[in-house]
C-alpha cells in the first residue's frame, strides 16, 4: 500500500513523484521499458519564456529559479546553457516581429535586429530570406536528460519505487484505495496521480472519471549534419515569422522542425514521409544546407485541452483522482512549477500563493473546465 501513485513516468510524472516522495511513499508506474520513452524524449529541449499564452509563460518563469539552483546532487552540470532564439521575417513580413518584441519584458528581453547582424549569428540563414530579425537572448538549451534523470534518482533517494513495462489493465477503487493492476501484480494507494501523456484520457476512463477533452497532437522533426565550413556552436535557433518552422544546433548537426500539430490518437509516434520530405525542403529553402543525408528523424505527441492551459489538480467527481496532464509542448519547461504545486494542492489542499500572486490559481488549471 502507497501512499500515491503515479501513472506516467515522463518529465510530468517523475517531478511529481520526486515531490511527493518527499514525505509520503510513491509508486511510479510507467508502460514502456524505459521511462521518458515518447513526449519525454522527443523534446525540442528550448527553455523559451515568451513561448505559450499568458497562464503557460508564467508558470514557466517561476521554473527559472529550479532550473538555475536545483536541490543538491539533483544534476552534476547546469540543467541550462545559453543558446537565444533568433526569429527572422522575409521581405514584407517584417510587420509580424512587432506581436514578439510586444512580449519583451525585463526578465525576458527581446532585442530588434538588422539583417546584417541577424546573419551573423545565424549565417546558415539565405540572405535573401531575412529582411529584418528580433533575437532573444533569455532562451536556453535545457538538459532534458539530465532534467529527467535527477528527477528519478531523487525519487529512488526518497525510497520511492519505479516500475517500468507495467502497463495499467485496470484501474478500480475498493475499501478507500486505489487498485491499479499491471501484469500479474496488483499496486495500491490512496491516492492516484493521472500523469500519462497523450493516455490522460485513457487512464481517466480506466477508472472512472470523465475524460478532458484531450487532444494529443504529432510534431515532427529531423536531424542532419551541419556545413563544415560553418561553426554551429553558438548560432542561436532560428524561427520565422508566419509559420511554426525552426532549427537549432544539436549535438554538433541541425535539427529542424515545421512546428506541425496534428491531431492524431495517442500512440508511439513515428513521422511520416510525408513531413519528413516537407521538413527537409523547408530547411533547404530558409538556409544554405543541402541535404543529402537525414541523419535522424522523429514524432512527438504534444497533448492539448481546448484552451492549450495545462491541467492540474483533483478531479470533481472521482475521490482521490489527481490530473496532471494537458502540457503541451511545454512540459518541460513546466515542470518543476507543476511538480511543486501540484505537491502542494495535494498534502496541504492550498495553491502556492507566489503563483496566485501573478495569476495562476488552482481554478486556472483545475479540469473541472473542461468538462462540461
Known sequence: MYD???IGAGMAGASVAFELAETGSVALIEAEARPGYHSTGRS???????????IVRRINAHSVPFFLDPPPGFAEHPLLTQRGLLTVAAPGDEAGLDAILALASDQAPVHRLP???????APLLRPEKVAAAVFEPGVMDIDVDALHQGYLRGLKARGGDLSCRARACEITRRAGHWQVEVGTEKIAARLLINAAGAWADEIAKMAGARPIGLVPKRRSAIVVNAPTDVDIRTMPAVDTIGSEAYFKPEAGRIMASLGDETPTEPQDARPEELDIALIADWLE????????????????????????APVVGFDGERDDFFWLAGQGGYGIMMAPTLARASRALIQTGAFPDELIAHGVSDETLSPSRCIS
Do not use: C, M
Not at 525540442?44 to 519564456?49: C, E, H, K, Q
Not at 539583417?115 to 549569428?121: D, F, I, K, T
Open 4 to 6: 500515491y501513485a503515479v
Open 44 to 54: 525540442a529541449a528550448l527553455f523559451t519564456p515568451n513561448y505559450g499564452n499568458t
Open 285 to 308: 529553402r530558409q538556409t544554405t544546407i543541402t541535404l543529402r543525408r537525414i541523419e535522424h528523424s522523429w514524432a512527438g505527441l504534444r497533448s492539448f485541452v481546448a484552451d492549450g
Open 115 to 121: 539583417a546584417p547582424e541577424a546573419l551573423a549569428l
